[in-house]
């Protein structure tokens, strides 16, 4: 229940918050934190899990990281395990990975990842090592790129939108990673054909989404519009009990794919 804001660094990690311990955070706002500089130590804008050290861990909840900047991950960097529930990671600008640049295994479920920018590639995600999952999320709006997997790394998706990320060569999704599609994904666009093979996921598909705003709970979402093919349209095994707002799943005959219900 704290906000964290206006922190300023040059060729350092971290300006919002620097964690080389467990960190946990709920209910919290990361704003407006800018680290300066152009050096292999300007990450994080927002958050920094690890940060050169690489030590520790992060658990996110119900967080708001919002208009952050660095070189490298401008709302969060982290090169140590990295959970994110419930959380939007909005407005975040960077060279490389303008919401997330991740060195490790990140869980991200029931979130949204939306409005963020890269300079050079990739506005969304970027995962350099490990293992990523992505469960019922909402990844859209993000300039040059929405999700970057890197040789070596993994990704599995599940009830996930990927869509509307826009920028050059670098679209909804990227990278040459191993990728595993669990079904009942949507891009509004064909970059994702490689990854969303399953016969439930949706290709090319507009998710028709509404503005990015307060619809309910701590953290803002993307509505489903009422026409939205997303609606109904998830699978139930394996959906949380609850969106991203808190509001139960599912409120018709399945989940919704992407962060809200």
């Given amino acids: 229940n704290v906000t964290i804001r206006n922190g300023q660094l040059t060729d350092q990690g971290g300006a919002g918050i620097l964690s080389r311990g467990a960190l946990e955070l709920r209910n919290v706002v990361i704003e407006n934190n800018v680290v300066n500089g152009t050096s292999s130590s300007a990450v994080g804008g927002g958050l920094c899990i690890g940060c050169v050290a ?17 070189d490298r991950g401008g709302g969060i960097f982290s090169n ?8 939007s990671i909005i407005s975040n600008t960077a060279r490389a990975g303008g919401a997330i640049q991740s060195y490790d ?9 939306s409005g963020n920018a890269a300079t050079n590639n990739i506005g969304g995600i970027r995962h350099e090592v490990g293992s990523c999952s992505i469960l019922n999320s909402t990844i859209a709006y993000n300039q040059r790129g929405g999700v970057y997997v ?32 669990q079904g009942y994904n949507l891009s509004d666009d064909d970059t994702c054909g490689t990854w969303f093979t399953a016969s439930s996921d949706l290709n090319n598909t507009n998710p028709l989404l509404g503005p990015l705003q307060n619809n309910g709970g701590p953290t803002p979402t993307h509505a489903l519009l009422l026409t939205s093919p997303a609606i109904n349209a998830g699978a139930n095994a394996g959906c949380p009990a609850t969106d991203q707002r808190g509001v139960s799943r599912p409120q018709g005959g399945a989940c919704d794919i992407g962060a809200f219900e």
């Fill in 105 to 113: 295994n990140l869980t991200l479920e029931n979130s949204t990842i």
């Fill in 150 to 181: 890197q040789s070596g790394a993994s990704l599995t998706l599940k009830n996930t939108i990927i869509a509307h990320n826009i920028g050059g060569l670098w679209k909804n999704c990227n990278g040459s990673g191993t990728v595993t599609s």
């Fill in 54 to 70: 690489g030590t520790g861990s992060g658990v996110l909840e119900q967080v708001v990281v919002r208009n952050n900047q660095a």
């Fill in 80 to 87: 140590q395990p990295l959970t994110i529930t419930a959380t």
